[in-house]
């Protein structure tokens, strides 16, 4: 079979598939920024947490500036920091602030910090580059790396085997020189792109200079000071595993904004560490700085760095080192996906999605789309907040969503295809059942011609059954291909969900309610399961000036007693086993709007007590409470029982009955709606397809059957009906599309008279009804529709007994006088033509002999009540007089 992109599905799939592939490889920064929106919906979704207590934030902020003295602060406060610490036996401290130009206040205060930090011996420094490029740099652009001591460069890079790849620093910023030489360690403070840190920077030496953090953490991994972490109990012997990108950019996983900090003012505490020398009482438990890592900074607008993060647009810079060095402790680093698994998972979906689609009927393929969507998000989720793992899922979601559109978009060309293929079947069976007829006429006419000679012929009598069969077969198949006429707009109404014919019942009772819905009095709405009582309450509801407030329903059928009270009322804590808390009950929650209670009469006489007070004076009492509490809801209440047989055998309270009933609502059911079948029909289909419609043959089988289930189980048929159509690529719903049960309990195809009948009353018998009928079964000739409704008048004519006002009456089946009119003026017209020939001074059988030409073309079935006009005319049995019209006596 030669395949075609625009008739296969699986091609086009396919080439969505691609197409996304190719697009990735392309724009991978644009697939990438969505994939941040998408992460950062993830954190929100997991919440802050607190980083590790052994992280500690000293800051200098705009108080600590402004008490101090302000910027640049004296070193010795830095230097009385770092005592303390040193005295309090913290394990490492880092200072992220750049001693880049000596003390302004003298040299002295710098000889005092660097003597304080070389004699504490854990002191990391940072400082940062000029610029920093991808890969390998020429060295006339690394000016200044020899100024870098040898022992804060590395010569390999932790887990970053891809060394190639490493940035290169430019133009090295470094503390002063006595500072440096007298720190511990040294890493630079710059971040990249999405608040990362490059885990090192290469150097024109070869070798690389660790980021703050990480010279923060090789520290603390090497000291002997503390013995160990206050999470770990063992000492920290080598460096935990730093998962990274190539380029060794550290993806930070945050656990918050700076509430998810351990941080403190650096003025509290210094304050504090006095009152503690002092033997006083300290405002900050500062004996736990023991064992500690702690990071000192400058955390002011305007006088420090801030970076957007997915909790908080201004993030202080430190706190990323800190973040930096949770993850590190708790080895949960955000681990970023690889390039090719995302081509991996883009192929993935892509064949699941077109297998999906090409399998699946099209309301199926829509609900696996939106699953495999789902899936894909949940799984996203699922391994950032377990796993730390960063599930790059944008190129996979575009991938179901374009193959679904594409192949949906597939089977609509596909289905018009089909269409057309319907037409053409439809008009070569149309041709096939004129070709029958004709055969079938000329057999009639020769079985007349028998029977004038009386000749008997069973052979040709034979041989017309079998033509009739087979033109009944033919019939049922167009009638079954030929869509149902449109009905016109105005025909249908709508009422708050309520569709309805104006020539049915149904406008009454929404007069009625109307009339009613902006009172307060209880109503009673009755009826079978399925017509619609909940549509009713609504609609009541929308009406009233409550239309605002809470709509509350309840089925009081599907509980027991005890669940029905709690539900309705409410239960305080502990009001019986698993009553955890108190809980506001249905009452309470529909407020000053409508509560609507279904199926009441199901309910015990010990609710009905209970009910009934809150109906007498709106008041209530929660289960297990003592306190009254108060409703202005107005209750609508819902049976499918005959209330008043209950009441009378004494399952329903009277006194109950009398305060539901002060207003009651019946309504019918399905059966007794005919003329609101096609509307809802209609409906229905809309509601399930846009543009679909039925057979007339399917209009006919489901007007005529009983429903049961009333408009709900009308609705279930439809539903299935349009998948079964839609699975079959068709558009329009046919008799095997419906289920078993309703295409069997009625007749599958009418005679074709009540076909013909049925569908001239539809169109109140006017000037283009026969053709209009004609073209409805299926494109037959006109005047074999019009010989069926002659042969019906004169059938109908006889069995009336001769009298024109009956048999107008049965044809019409309407009061309308306009249509009767038009059905007496066609009768009368039929008669007087049947008639034409009968000459009184003739004996009966010339006349008969004389009027054969008036059987011709008239179907056989017909044939005896013409005769029988033709008798009665000749013996004076009945008037043709035009003043014997119908009326409406």
């Not at 307060?520 to 009233?544: F, I, M, N, P, Y």
């Not at 929660?622 to 008043?644: F, H, L, Q, W, Y």
């Not at 059911?669 to 057979?695: H, V, W």
Request: contains cysteine; proline residues 4%; charged residues 25%.
């Amino acid at each position: 079979m030669k395949w075609k992109l625009h008739r296969n599905p699986f091609l086009l799939g396919t080439g969505m598939t691609i197409l996304v592939l190719a697009l990735l490889a392309i724009f991978p920064k644009a697939f990438r920024a969505f994939d941040r929106s998408v992460l950062n919906v993830e954190y929100s979704i997991r919440g802050e947490s607190k980083i590790d207590s052994s992280i500690v934030v000293l800051y200098f902020g705009n108080d600590d500036i402004t008490s101090l003295g302000g910027l640049p602060l004296r070193r010795n406060y830095y230097a009385l920091l770092i005592e303390a610490l040193h005295e309090l036996r913290a394990r490492t401290v880092g200072i992220d602030i750049a001693f880049v130009e000596p003390d302004i206040h003298g040299d002295e205060y710098d000889d005092l910090l660097a003597s304080v930090i070389k004699q504490s011996g854990n002191v990391v420094l940072g400082g940062y580059f000029h610029s920093i490029s991808d890969g390998r740099t020429d060295t006339s652009y690394a000016l200044g790396d020899d100024t870098i001591p040898e022992r804060f460069t590395l010569e390999t890079c932790g887990s970053f085997e891809m060394r190639t790849k490493l940035r290169t620093g430019r133009q090295p910023i470094l503390p002063i020189p006595k500072l440096l030489d007298a720190a511990a360690g040294f890493g630079h403070t710059i971040l990249s792109e999405e608040a990362n840190i490059p885990i090192a920077l290469r150097t024109s030496t070869g070798r690389f200079v660790p980021a703050f953090a990480y010279a923060i953490l090789i520290n603390a991994c090497s000291s002997s000071n503390v013995d160990s972490f206050s999470r770990n109990e063992n000492p920290a012997k080598t460096l935990p595993p730093i998962p990274g990108a190539p380029n060794g950019d550290v993806a930070i996983n945050y656990t918050g904004g700076t509430g998810s900090l351990n941080i403190l003012h650096a003025g509290e505490f210094l304050n504090a560490y006095a009152a503690w020398k002092t033997r006083g009482t300290p405002s900050l438990p500062i004996e736990t700085m023991k064992g500690k890592i702690i990071l000192v900074g400058i955390v002011a607008e305007g006088r420090s760095t801030f970076v957007n993060t997915p909790f908080e647009l201004q993030f202080p810079s430190i706190g990323v080192h800190a973040m930096f060095l949770h993850n590190a402790l708790h080895q949960n680093f955000l681990r970023i996906a690889p390039p090719w698994l995302e081509y991996a998972m883009v192929l993935v979906v892509g064949i699941l999605s077109v297998a999906a689609n090409i399998f699946m009927r099209e309301l199926r393929a829509l609900l696996a789309t939106l699953l495999l969507l789902i899936a894909l998000m949940a799984v996203s989720l699922i391994l950032f907040s377990a796993k730390s793992y960063d599930l790059s899922v944008t190129a996979p979601c575009i991938t179901v969503l374009l193959v679904f559109i594409g192949t949906t978009a597939y089977s609509h060309v596909a289905i018009r295809r089909d269409v057309r293929a319907l037409l053409q079947e439809k008009e070569t069976i149309s041709t096939h059942l004129r070709d029958k007829e004709r055969i079938l006429s000329s057999l009639e006419e020769r079985v007349s011609a028998l029977q004038q000679e009386t000749i008997e012929s069973a052979t040709l009598r034979d041989e017309i059954q079998k033509y009739e069969m087979e033109i009944t077969q033919l019939r049922a198949q167009a009638t079954d291909l030929h869509p149902f006429s449109t009905l016109e707009e105005n025909q249908r109404q709508e009422f708050h969900g309520i569709v309805y014919s104006a020539a049915g019942p149904m406008p009454g009772i929404i007069d009625f309610i109307e009339k009613i819905a902006d009172s307060d009095a209880t109503v009673l709405v009755l009826g079978e399961s399925g017509v619609g009582k909940e549509l009713v309450a609504r609609a009541l509801h929308q009406r009233s000036r409550r239309r605002d407030k809470p709509f509350v329903a309840v089925n009081c059928g599907a509980l027991t007693e005890t669940l029905l009270e709690s539900e309705l009322f409410g239960h305080e804590r502990g009001a019986f086993t698993g009553a955890i808390k108190e809980k506001p009950g249905r009452f309470e929650l529909a407020a000053d709007g409508t509560i609507f209670l279904d199926e009441i009469a199901e309910t015990s006489e010990a609710f009905q007590i209970r009910l009934l007070r809150v109906l007498q004076d709106k008041t209530f009492e929660r289960v297990g409470g003592t306190e009254i509490k108060r409703s202005s809801a107005r209750v609508i209440a819902a049976t499918n029982r005959d209330i008043k047989r209950a009441v009378a055998e004494k399952a329903f309270r009277e006194d109950l009955f009398y305060r539901l009933n002060v207003l009651a609502v019946p309504l019918p059911p399905l059966r007794e709606r005919q003329a609101d079948i096609p509307l809802l029909i209609e409906y229905f289909m809309n509601k399930e397809q846009e543009g679909i419609t039925c057979s007339a043959n399917v209009m006919d089988v489901l007007r005529r059957y009983s429903w049961r289930g009333n408009v709900r189980e009308l609705q279930s048929t439809i539903m299935r009906a349009v998948l079964l159509a839609r699975a079959e690529g068709r558009t329009m719903i046919r008799v095997k599309d419906l289920p078993e049960e309703i295409a069997s309990s009625v007749k599958p195809i009418r005679d074709f008279e009540e076909q013909i009948i049925c569908s001239l009353r539809e169109k109140q018998f006017s000037r283009s009804a026969i053709s209009d009928t004609a073209d409805e079964l299926g494109g037959l000739n006109r005047g074999t529709v019009a010989e069926y409704f002659r042969g019906y008048c004169f059938k109908i004519f006889v069995e009336s007994k001769l009298n024109i006002n009956a048999a107008v009456e049965r044809i019409a089946e309407t009061p309308d006088t306009t249509v009767q009119e038009r059905v007496a003026k066609k009768l009368i017209e039929y008669l007087r033509n049947a008639v034409e020939f009968i000459d009184a001074s003739s004996p009966l059988e010339q006349v008969l002999t004389t009027s054969r030409p008036k059987f011709k073309n008239l179907p056989r079935r017909y044939h005896s009540y013409l005769e029988q006009i033709v008798t009665s005319s000749y013996h004076h049995e009945y008037s043709l007089d035009v003043q014997q019209t119908p009326s409406q006596g």
